[in-house]
T-cell receptor
Framework: QQPVQSPQAVILREGEDAVINCSSSKALYSVHWYRQKHGEAPVFLMILLKGGEQKGHDKISASFNEKKQQSSLYLTASQLSYSGTYFCGTETYSGTYKYIFGTGTRLKVLA | NAGVTQTPKFQVLKTGQSMTLQCAQDMNHEYMSWYRQDPGMGLRLIHYSVGAGITDQGEVPNGYNVSRSTTEDFPLRLLSAAPSQTSVYFC????????????FGSGTRLTVV
């Protein structure tokens, strides 16, 4: 099953913060985060490996809790350019390693 | 570097027709995958490959075939197109998904009438 993301959609004003969650029913070995602008391909933002690490990319950071099989993406002081759909990508193992994506979160930042 | 190149960008098929979506990458990546993207469904894995000669099914493989004879190419074949296969198809590659992200092609928008 696809990892479930929440919320499904969020609208922010410039400068506001947001959190996007990604939850899986299967054990996770790594978590990726991507952003997709309308009509474009997804673009890789960051990867998190086991160990509960946090990573940052500009004012976007993320955490990974492998025990809870969850990851969260934190967008701080959002900018207009943050608008798009965010996907988590997870590597799971069921005989072979498969790479599947979450259901997506649509984020719109208003001026 | 061109990255991941998908052709065609747009295609309209009649029900029952077959076709091949092309995907090529010039980064010498071992891992390649095909995804379809439908509104509200996110990206769903169709087939993937961990190297030349090795392929496996993803979440939604029915109606699609793949092969990987070279590291560079990973074509996706629709055997007998159905309206349910109307979607945007993305090909992606990675050196190692465990440590690196996937690079996506620009996508193929397929309509089956």
């Amino acid at each position: 099953q696809q990892p479930v993301q929440s919320p499904q959609a969020v609208i922010l004003r410039e400068g506001e913060d947001a959190v996007i969650n990604c939850s899986s029913s299967k054990a996770l070995y790594s978590v990726h985060w991507y952003r997709q602008k309308h009509g474009e391909a997804p673009v890789f933002l960051m990867i998190l490996l086991k160990g509960g690490e946090q990573k940052g990319h500009d004012k976007i950071s993320a955490s990974f809790n492998e025990k809870k099989q969850q990851s969260s993406l934190y967008l701080t002081a959002s900018q207009l350019s943050y608008s798009g759909t965010y996907f988590c990508g997870t590597e799971t193992y069921s005989g072979t390693y498969k790479y599947i994506f979450g259901t997506g979160t649509r984020l719109k930042v208003l001026a | 570097n061109a990255g991941v190149t998908q052709t065609p960008k747009f295609q309209v098929l009649k029900t029952g027709q077959s076709m091949t979506l092309q995907c090529a990458q010039d980064m010498n990546h071992e891992y390649m995958s095909w995804y379809r993207q439908d509104p509200g469904m996110g990206l769903r894995l169709i087939h993937y490959s961990v190297g030349a000669g090795i392929t496996d099914q993803g979440e939604v493989p029915n109606g699609y075939n793949v092969s990987r004879s070279t590291t560079e190419d990973f074509p996706l074949r629709l055997l007998s197109a159905a309206p349910s296969q109307t979607s945007v198809y993305f090909c992606a590659s990675s050196e190692n998904p465990g440590t690196d992200g996937y690079t996506f092609g620009s996508g193929t928008r397929l309509t089956v009438v």
